[in-house]
Protein backbone atom coordinates (compact mmCIF):
# COMPACT_ATOMS: atom_id res chain seq x y z
CA UNK A 1 0.00 0.00 0.00
CA UNK A 2 1.30 3.06 -0.91
CA UNK A 3 1.62 6.58 1.47
CA UNK A 4 -0.01 9.37 0.77
CA UNK A 5 1.16 11.29 -2.46
CA UNK A 6 3.61 14.23 -1.82
CA UNK A 7 2.35 17.67 -2.54
CA UNK A 8 4.03 19.35 -5.45
CA UNK A 9 4.42 23.31 -5.43
CA UNK A 10 2.05 25.99 -5.99
CA UNK A 11 2.27 26.60 -9.92
CA UNK A 12 2.18 30.45 -9.54
CA UNK A 13 4.47 30.07 -6.04
CA UNK A 14 6.99 28.26 -9.26
CA UNK A 15 6.79 30.98 -11.64
CA UNK A 16 7.51 33.45 -9.00
CA UNK A 17 10.57 31.55 -7.82
CA UNK A 18 11.73 30.76 -11.40
CA UNK A 19 11.25 35.15 -12.08
CA UNK A 20 13.43 35.97 -9.32
CA UNK A 21 15.79 33.40 -10.44
CA UNK A 22 16.26 34.76 -13.80
CA UNK A 23 16.51 38.24 -12.65
CA UNK A 24 19.15 37.58 -10.61
CA UNK A 25 21.42 35.27 -12.97
CA UNK A 26 20.88 38.32 -15.84
CA UNK A 27 21.49 40.79 -13.65
CA UNK A 28 24.96 38.37 -11.84
CA UNK A 29 25.43 37.96 -16.16
CA UNK A 30 25.60 41.89 -16.99
CA UNK A 31 27.66 42.93 -14.11
CA UNK A 32 30.10 40.03 -15.14
CA UNK A 33 30.47 41.62 -18.32
CA UNK A 34 30.67 45.18 -17.24
CA UNK A 35 33.69 44.31 -15.13
CA UNK A 36 35.22 41.89 -17.76
CA UNK A 37 34.54 44.47 -20.90
CA UNK A 38 34.45 47.83 -19.99
CA UNK A 39 37.13 47.99 -16.62
CA UNK A 40 39.15 50.13 -18.86
CA UNK A 41 36.62 52.87 -19.97
CA UNK A 42 35.21 52.42 -16.23
CA UNK A 43 38.78 53.31 -14.56
CA UNK A 44 39.53 56.01 -16.84
CA UNK A 45 36.25 57.90 -16.24
CA UNK A 46 37.01 61.24 -15.09
CA UNK A 47 33.63 60.82 -12.52
CA UNK A 48 35.19 57.87 -11.16
CA UNK A 49 36.37 59.02 -7.73
CA UNK A 50 38.25 55.88 -6.50
CA UNK A 51 40.57 56.05 -10.06
CA UNK A 52 42.18 59.27 -7.89
CA UNK A 53 43.41 56.60 -5.32
CA UNK A 54 45.52 54.56 -7.70
CA UNK A 55 47.69 57.63 -8.37
CA UNK A 56 49.37 60.37 -6.55
CA UNK A 57 46.65 62.60 -3.94
CA UNK A 58 45.07 65.58 -5.16
CA UNK A 59 44.75 66.90 -1.59
CA UNK A 60 47.70 66.57 1.01
CA UNK A 61 46.84 63.96 3.60
CA UNK A 62 47.76 62.65 6.81
CA UNK A 63 48.05 58.99 8.05
CA UNK A 64 46.67 58.71 11.71
CA UNK A 65 49.20 58.69 14.34
CA UNK A 66 51.82 61.26 11.73
CA UNK A 67 52.36 64.95 12.57
CA UNK A 68 53.63 67.51 10.79
CA UNK A 69 56.30 69.65 12.39
Not at 4 to 26: G, S
Not at 33 to 45: N, P, S, T, V, Y
Amino acid sequence: MAGPRPRRMNIPLRRVIYACAAVYFTLLAHLSCLQAFRADALREDPRNPRSRLSGPPHVPFRLLGQLEE
